[in-house]
């Protein structure tokens, strides 16, 4: 189910989709198992993820820039009492990583449409790749983009602008799909359309522009991006 916020500006059907990655596509449960093996709690994981994105996305406020791993490090290293060689096992298995079960449905479903369909992550690049083929998806996806290319995090306007010029789209006919509140708002104010859908988070959040599209899960979101209408 899904639904065209009141207060949302209009949007088209695009001709290409961007997807997050980590949790919108990818699973992150072996580097929560990883984790439980050092023995570390079972829940600690959202806490690491969250302080990566606080770590990644300081730095590039402030002017400097670190990479997805280092920024990753960075969290475990400030979150547990794990030394270099455990933290870098942790991080190794995002090479593990396979797509939730709704994920190629979603994409088939926008390929058989036309739609081409690719991934935007701030993340290492090799782990979206990784990912899609251990889900037998990668024939689904026409490329995978990482911002460290750019030295850039999400959400910052020029990942966005950057991905459209890589797809040769304008940026208003280019589209992401994410579960996180804040990579949907960073799209919309560069100009993408958007859409989100719950997977750890419940809710978008009100503080941020309003998504195009609001869905109650993946299969939702797709649909509602194919509802819209062409330019």
Excluded at 22 to 44: M, S
Excluded at 193 to 212: I, K, L, M, Q
């Amino acid at each position: 189910m899904s639904a065209l916020r009141p207060d949302a500006v209009p949007a088209t059907r695009p001709t290409v989709v961007a997807f997050d990655v980590n949790e919108t596509l990818l699973d992150l449960a072996p580097v929560r198992a990883a984790l439980v093996e050092l023995g570390q709690p079972a829940d600690l994981l959202p806490a690491v993820f969250s302080r990566t994105l606080l770590t990644g996305f300081a730095a590039a406020t402030a002017g400097t820039w670190c990479r997805f791993r280092e920024a990753f490090d960075a969290a475990l290293a400030q979150g547990t009492d794990l030394g270099d060689a455990d933290r870098s096992r942790v991080a190794d298995t995002f090479l593990e990583l396979a797509p939730h079960p709704d994920v190629e449905p979603a994409l088939r479903r926008l390929v058989q449409a036309g739609v081409r369909v690719v991934t935007l992550t701030h993340g290492s690049p090799g782990v979206a790749e990784a990912g899609l083929e251990r889900g037998g998806v990668s024939p689904l996806v026409e490329r995978s983009l990482s911002s460290e290319v750019i030295r850039a995090w999400k959400p910052a306007r020029e990942v966005y602008l950057w991905a459209a010029g890589v797809c040769d789209v304008e940026p208003a006919r280019l589209a992401l799909v994410a579960s996180h509140g804040w990579d949907v708002h960073g799209a919309l104010r560069a100009g993408l359309t958007a859409a989100w859908f719950p997977r750890s988070e419940r809710t978008y959040p009100a503080v941020y522009d309003p998504a195009a599209l609001v869905a109650g899960d993946l299969a939702g979101a797709v649909d509602a991006l194919l509802a819209l209408p062409p330019a």
